[in-house]
Nanobody
């Protein structure tokens, strides 16, 4: 079983920055893709950014230039750097890990951006 934990969320003023971290543990196998998703109240979960085992990244078009995804020194970690945050970025941010042992989600971390 793969266990995924996110951290780094919190309350920040508009224009500020936050860095979220994701760590996978357990029977990981080989991680193929790590990704960040978010869900705002009353909205569907949406993709924020993904990174493959080869380091290929994909960031949602609307977030390019402000959000960056990267892998940690350990292959089972990933970061989401969020700059120039806006109130509309307020959401619960989830980490997803796709590995040879399946697809796992974390519990999410709340990001709140005040105006």
């Amino acid at each position: 079983q793969v266990h995924v934990v996110e951290s780094g969320g919190g309350l920040v003023q508009a224009g500020g920055s936050l860095r979220l971290s994701c760590a996978a543990s357990g029977s990981i196998g080989r991680i193929n893709v790590m990704g960040w998703y978010r869900q705002a109240p009353g909205k569907q979960r949406e993709s924020v950014a993904t990174i493959t085992i080869l380091g290929n990244t994909n960031v949602a078009d609307s977030l390019k230039g402000r959000f960056t995804i990267s892998r940690g020194d350990a292959e089972n970690t990933a970061w989401l750097q969020m700059n120039s945050l806006r109130p509309e970025d307020t959401a619960v941010y989830y980490c997803n890990v796709k590995s040879t042992n399946g697809n796992a989600w974390g519990q999410g971390t709340q990001v709140t951006v005040s105006s």
